[in-house]
């Protein structure tokens, strides 16, 4: 069982992560990495919503019928991001403003939709809930790289104003890499994200290449012996 | 007359909404492999986009406000959506069969598609009138519609490129895509509201 969950953990984490290799949620990943800080915030909102509705979908796996099953996936989702929404609204208002419209569109957002869809409407609880926690994670994993490499060329400095948005303990997190003038704006402003996501996907084939390539060296070195 | 002009085009070309707002992106990224389809869900998106806006703003105006029942606003908003797209299928199968043929399976697709949710998210949040909110989502989804061709034409070029091995696929799209997002910056400064 524990083998199961890392497999689970390896999937959502890196082998179909939502942004890197199935372009799931392409929308916030563009629009809300202007910072590390920022990725970060939105990729745990997305990552409390995957964890509610899959919860929600493979506890009432058995009752909802083949038919009706995306009408209840939209509506289930729809609810939890109004909690998330609200709850983000009263707890975490600076980073509630700085998302925006982005909260609510958590509902289109295509990665809780496919957990639910192939996911946790056929398994049981606990595996539902590691596969979204996971996913989530991944996704967040995504958004705060593609921040952090947006905001370090871009503004030269790393998870600003993070004590700002997510409380005043993450104060020490707070760096500037780069001298003031720096930056190169383009990497903030919309044409970054595109190529910064290009640039990225790139790099996660090129790691995936290395490590199949030493796999294959490694199998390859008993049977000679 | 000539604000509203002006917003038109802001919302159109200034603020696109795939290029400056990143709404949309599933289906720019994923039907724009031809012009022809990408045409043809650019269509089925302007017709749902602006019903739906002006269906949305009913309901936001005459129930979700009326009765305060704004935390209900996103679930509202979702469903107003997925039945607009229904009612739209059903229509168009009635009304001119060779499109609702052309259109096929774009049509469900666009209740996922964010631009529709968004742009009716944006024309509440600012407070639009009724015909503000039409022209506000015409435009963005005629934004959509050419960015989406655009594109399209763009790739179509670029299946016949030599292309490095690890770059095939999505990320050249995406630089070509992010290569489009800087050409439309040029446009930032027109008729900006």
């Known amino acids: 069982m524990s083998n199961d969950f890392k497999t689970l953990a390896k999937d959502g984490l890196w082998n179909r992560n939502g942004v890197f290799s199935m372009m799931l949620g392409l929308c916030p990943s563009m629009a809300m990495t202007t910072s590390a800080t920022n990725g970060f915030g939105m990729g745990m909102a997305t990552l409390v919503v995957i964890i509610a509705t899959s919860f929600l979908v493979s506890l009432f796996r058995k009752v909802i019928t083949q038919e009706v099953r995306i009408a209840i996936f939209v509506v289930i989702s729809a609810v939890m991001v109004t909690v998330v929404d609200m709850a983000m609204n009263a707890w975490l208002h600076e980073l509630y403003k700085v998302l925006g419209l982005f909260i609510p569109l958590i509902v289109v957002n295509c990665l809780p939709m496919a957990r639910m869809e192939s996911f946790s409407s056929k398994q049981p609880l606990l595996p539902s809930v590691i596969d979204g926690l996971f996913t989530g994670l991944g996704f967040t994993f995504a958004l705060t790289l593609m921040g952090a490499v947006r905001e370090v060329i871009g503004s030269g400095t790393l998870f600003a104003d993070a004590s700002l948005l997510l409380g005043p303990a993450f104060k020490v997190i707070e760096m500037r890499l780069l001298p003031e003038d720096m930056g190169v704006l383009i990497m903030i402003l919309p044409p970054g994200a595109f190529l910064v996501l290009g640039l990225l996907i790139v790099a996660k084939r090129l790691i995936d290449q290395r490590s199949e390539r030493r796999a294959q060296q490694a199998s390859a070195v008993p049977s000679l012996a | ?193």
């Open chain 2, 1 to 193: 007359m000539k604000e509203m002009l002006l917003m038109m085009v802001s919302a159109a070309l200034v603020n696109n909404v795939l290029l400056a707002r990143f709404l949309g992106l599933c289906p720019f990224m994923g039907v724009t492999s031809r012009i022809d389809t990408a045409a043809g869900m650019g269509l089925a998106t302007t017709f749902v986009m602006t019903f739906s806006a002006m269906m949305d703003w009913t309901v936001q105006h005459y129930l979700l406000e009326a009765y305060d029942l704004g935390f209900l606003r996103i679930v509202t908003f979702i469903l107003v959506i997925a039945s607009t797209v229904q009612f739209s299928e059903m229509v168009i199968r009635k009304v001119s069969p060779s499109l609702f043929r052309m259109l096929g399976i774009y049509l469900p697709l666009i209740t996922t598609n964010c631009a529709v949710l968004g742009v009716a998210l944006l024309v509440v949040d600012a407070k639009m009138g009724f015909l503000a909110s039409i022209l506000f989502a015409f435009a963005s989804a005629l934004g959509f519609s050419l960015v989406m061709i655009i594109f399209a034409g763009l790739r179509e070029r670029l299946v016949l490129a030599q292309v490095p091995g690890l770059f095939s696929g999505a990320p050249i799209a995406l630089i070509v895509a992010s290569l489009l997002a800087m050409a439309f910056m040029g446009f930032s400064g027109i008729g900006t509201i």
